[in-house]
């Protein structure tokens, strides 16, 4: 008789509460989505110079290349790590492709040394979190100094041109119509990276490592390997994004990309990827990337002054990190 009682009051709690449609509409990429039909709704209304198809086109270039990099920052975050040098290591390897264009490379040698540049650095970068156990926020703000320190000795207050016509192409080139190559290059880096992350067994030792490093170890998977490939991974970003930025600019100075890491960790937080590791996807990124394009450039053809740009950059990151926060606190507080 105690059994079927028990029986009768037993109760079944479901893994995932409400429908797969309900699920869906209260996630943070839906929201985030809203939020970036209202700005783009905004700028058309505030600008009548908006709604152009070459000039939505040019505000493709306010995010393309840093997305790029939020792409690998995106798994580098959910793993529990982060890496503060990906502007520097732009600088150097820009440095690197114009002393190369100077003695008469071409436009291929100058994309390997680029891509060659920004791997070797991601290297360095996984090998010291990686191998020598050190702290990667401590690492990486100190690879920062470095290899910026490294691009101001060699260039000083010049800068160096003179690039191949051909490699214009990568960064002012057009695949047809209004749609840049840069922004084709973002999108299949989209995809690549949606896929590693969500439909590998890669992808699953991220979130893995990035919920629990201890328990990732004892349950067979190799922690240190994958935190390397993830700085290998930043490193590579970095130096595709170092081309196409160069070849935009058409010269290389030692302080381009000057704060590009705070608006790349910005992108990745506002796309819904946990500080603090172990949650996050690449559609909350890429949409998170239209936000931030969608609302730098709209600032511009309104003529708001950079500065403020970066104080509304400031505020977004802070916002974004503080909220999830606080509305955790709210439920627990509410459940106690």
């Known amino acids: 008789m105690s059994d079927v009682n028990a029986n009768a009051t037993r109760r ?32 058309s209304l505030a600008s009548p110079y908006f709604l152009d198809a070459y000039n939505l086109s040019d505000a493709t270039f306010n995010f393309t290349e840093k997305a790029m990099i939020a792409f690998a920052m995106a798994l580098l975050i959910i793993a529990g790590e982060i890496d503060l040098s990906v502007a520097a290591i732009i600088a150097l390897a820009s440095t690197a492709m114009g002393a190369a264009a100077q003695a008469g490379v071409g436009t291929a040698g100058l994309v390997a040394i680029g891509i060659g540049v920004g791997v070797l650095c991601g290297a360095f970068n996984g090998t010291l979190v990686s191998v020598l156990k050190l702290p990667s926020i401590v690492v990486t703000i100190g690879t920062m100094s470095l290899f910026r320190g490294i691009s101001y000795i060699v260039l000083g207050d010049k800068a160096y041109g003179g690039y191949p016509e051909s490699f214009a192409y990568f960064g002012q080139g057009y695949l047809f119509w209004v749609f840049s190559f840069e922004f084709g290059l973002f999108l299949l880096c989209a995809a690549v990276f949606a896929v590693l992350l969500h439909a590998t067994n890669f992808g699953r030792q991220v979130y893995v490592i990035g919920n629990n490093d201890f328990a990732a170890r004892f349950s067979g998977v190799p922690v240190e390997r994958v935190k390397f490939i993830l700085f290998l991974l930043t490193g590579l970003m970095s130096g595709i994004a170092s081309v196409c930025l160069t070849s935009r600019l058409g010269s290389t100075r030692p302080s381009i990309a000057q704060g590009w890491e705070l608006e790349v960790v910005t992108m990745v937080v506002l796309g819904g990827v946990s500080i603090l590791g172990g949650a996050g996807t690449i559609a909350g990124v890429v949409i998170a990337a239209f936000v931030m394009g969608l609302v730098t450039f709209g600032l511009g053809l309104l003529n708001v002054p950079g500065i403020v740009m970066s104080i509304f950059v400031g505020l977004l990151l802070i916002i974004t990190i503080a909220l999830p926060i606080l509305a955790r606190r709210i439920k627990q507080a509410s459940r106690s």
């Open 12 to 43: 079944v709690i479901p893994d995932r509460l409400g429908t797969p449609v309900t699920r869906i509409l209260a996630s943070w990429e839906v929201l985030l989505f809203g939020v970036a039909v209202l700005i783009f709704i905004a700028n």
